[in-house]
């Protein structure tokens, strides 16, 4: 399995912007499917973004498409989660997750059991 540390959350003010990284140590970096999950308090886990081996796929969950984009540099063993116009509602824990298995299709990238590796979380808070 891949160790993943997540880094680059914090507090924001409504509107702006973070981005988020994610580390990986362990296997080959660029084997993984990886994704970006959340989870804010008193709520399910909730899928926010995936991206394919070589970076050319990316999908996304309705809510952030259009202000978050999922990116990797397999040279540097890193996921990015750049976040935008953020909104209050976007407030919970991040966490960055890898799969090796195949995806068939594309709603299979937005379950969160498909994946084998989790990282610990990193909190961000958008103030209204």
């Known amino acids: 399995q891949v160790q993943l540390v997540e880094s680059g959350g914090g507090l924001v003010q409504a509107g702006g912007s973070l981005r988020l990284s994610c580390a990986a140590s362990?296997?080959?970096?660029?084997?993984?499917?990886l994704g970006w999950f959340r989870q804010a308090p008193g709520k399910e886990p909730e899928f926010v973004a995936a991206i394919g081996r070589s970076g050319q796929f990316t999908t996304y969950a309705d809510s952030v498409k259009g202000r978050f984009t999922i990116s990797r540099d397999n040279a540097k063993n890193t996921v990015y989660l750049r976040m935008n116009s953020l909104k209050p509602e976007d407030t919970a824990v991040y966490y960055c997750?890898?799969?090796?298995?195949?995806?068939?299709?594309?709603?299979?990238?937005?379950?969160?059991?498909?994946?084998?590796?989790w990282g610990q979380g990193t909190q961000v808070t958008a103030s209204s």
């Open positions: 362990g296997r080959t970096f660029s084997c993984y499917v």
């Open positions: 997750a890898a799969a090796e298995r195949t995806f068939y299709t594309s709603s299979s990238y937005s379950r969160g059991i498909r994946y084998d590796s």
